[in-house]
């Protein structure tokens, strides 16, 4: 078996441990990443585009930006939808800061392309990722690459590998809690070629289902619609995804679609974050529901608890901010994850199954469309929490 010795050893190759990656190598601390998948197939998943104003600052300063800065699409405000009546929120005008239209996956590509450029090693296609010893201060990962078995020593393991990865599982039973909500329903969504409908995102509350559209440029149309949790794409040939589309937005420009997915909806939270010397970050900890597109967000807000602890333990031996990381990072993550939670209700419907709470959520939806205050609290959380809060 060969041996390989880094400072952190990185599992997964998302946002998360990119990033985290990233920022180690920059400071000066080694690590070493392993990513179960190809290197095109995670620069080709799609995932959602919504990029807070902090994400953007923090991608920024980190010198991952160059390609975001050209071509995201900054947008000031948002639209909501119910009954037919339409709201702006003015993002800009009510909080200062905007959000960023870029595809998750055009991050991921970027910096994939900035940790390959350090030299320093990311292997693709790593099988049989194994944590051992996590509670010692010499924690190892085994894993396989390209038929070779190999071990990896570290100081600490960052466990950035999703939410069904290995890192969350190799957290003693006895000391993880974990919090969780199903939601009744998922999102079909596509990606087409056409002309988005409005330059600014739409939500829709509607008796059929919640809809969204959003893009990915000028040309690129990305449209959600709420769904059955376990629905074959298969059910919704392309003639009735446009009909429900129409129904729903009040109108879409079609185009070819290029591609066609369902996505679960879940809440689960897993606490605490760090076990000895392994920490959990990004989806690994926890997942929000896709409505108002927070997940890639999260695991950034994570990573910039996560690198300054890791930096202190490195430079001075200084644990404090080790020590405080989980307990930091889950004070934004619930507010995050009660803001998913808020929206995902506010607009979808339980199709007919809970009349009450449809009225009722409905009566939200009208409320935020008829105060200004209620939009401020949107709004706020929609550009992004501040990370000190
Ligand atoms: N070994 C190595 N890598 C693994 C393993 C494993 N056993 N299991 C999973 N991985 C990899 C996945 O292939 C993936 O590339 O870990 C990576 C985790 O990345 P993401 O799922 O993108 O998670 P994260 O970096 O936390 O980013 C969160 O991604 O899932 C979206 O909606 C989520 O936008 C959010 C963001
Ligand atoms: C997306 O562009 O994929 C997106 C945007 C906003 C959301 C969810 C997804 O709330």
């Keep these: 078996m060969a041996h390989i010795r880094t400072q952190v050893g990185i599992i997964g190759a998302g946002p998360a441990g990119l990033l985290l990656a990233h920022l180690l190598h920059k400071a000066g601390v080694d690590s070493v990443v392993l990513e179960r998948q190809a290197r095109p197939y995670i620069e080709a ?15 920024h300063d980190a010198g991952l930006a160059d390609r975001l800065h050209r071509e995201g699409l ?49 292997f693709f296609e790593a099988s049989e990722v194994a944590l051992h010893d996590i509670a010692t201060t010499a924690p190892r990962i085994t894993f396989t690459h390209e038929g070779a078995a190999h071990e990896l020593r570290c100081d600490v393991i960052a466990g950035c590998d999703g939410f069904h990865g290995p890192s969350r599982a190799a957290m003693p039973a006895e000391v993880l809690r974990v919090y969780e909500r199903v939601y009744p329903f998922a999102w079909l969504g596509i990606l087409a070629d056409a002309k988005p409908v409005s330059h600014e995102l739409i939500y829709a509350r509607h008796p059929d ?22 629905e074959d794409p298969a059910n919704w040939p392309d003639e009735r995804i446009w009909e429900g589309l129409h129904a729903r937005l009040g109108g879409v420009n079609e185009g070819r679609i290029t591609q066609k997915g369902v996505t679960p909806m879940r809440s689960f939270v897993a606490e605490p974050m760090r076990h000895g010397r392994l ?20 695991a950034v807000a994570d990573i910039r608890v996560l690198a300054p602890a890791l ?40 199709n007919g199954n809970d009349p009450f709470e449809d009225r009722v959520q409905a009566a939200e939806l009208a409320h935020v469309m008829d105060s200004e205050a209620a939009q401020r609290f949107l709004a706020e959380q929609y550009v992004g929490l501040p990370y000190d809060a």
């Excluded at 998943?45 to 991608?59: C, F, K, N, P, Y």
């Excluded at 920490?279 to 999260?298: R, S």
């Excluded at 430079?315 to 619930?334: K, N, V």
Aim: glycine share 8%; charged share 20%; aromatic share 8%.
């Design 45 to 59: 998943r799609i995932r959602a585009g919504l990029l807070e104003q902090g994400s953007v600052d923090t991608l």
């Design 311 to 350: 930096l202190a333990f490195f430079a001075r031996g200084d644990e404090r901010l080790m020590d405080a990381y989980s307990a930091t990072a889950l004070r934004r993550i619930w507010k995050v994850q009660r803001f998913s939670w808020w929206m995902t209700a506010m607009l979808h419907n339980s």
């Design 209 to 230: 289902g919640f809809a969204l559209a959003t893009m990915r440029s000028e040309t690129v149309s990305r449209l959600y619609l709420q769904c059955a949790p376990d």
């Design 279 to 298: 920490f959990l970050a990004g989806d690994a900890a926890h997942i929000v529901p896709p409505t108002g597109a927070k997940g890639m967000n999260l």
């Design 74 to 122: 900054a947008h000031d405000g948002m639209q909501l939808r119910l009954a037919g009546r339409d709201c702006r929120i003015d993002l800009h005008g009510l909080t200062g800061k905007r959000v960023t239209i870029y595809g998750q996956q055009e991050s991921v590509k970027d910096m994939v392309a900035a940790r390959l450029a350090t030299g320093r090693p990311l």
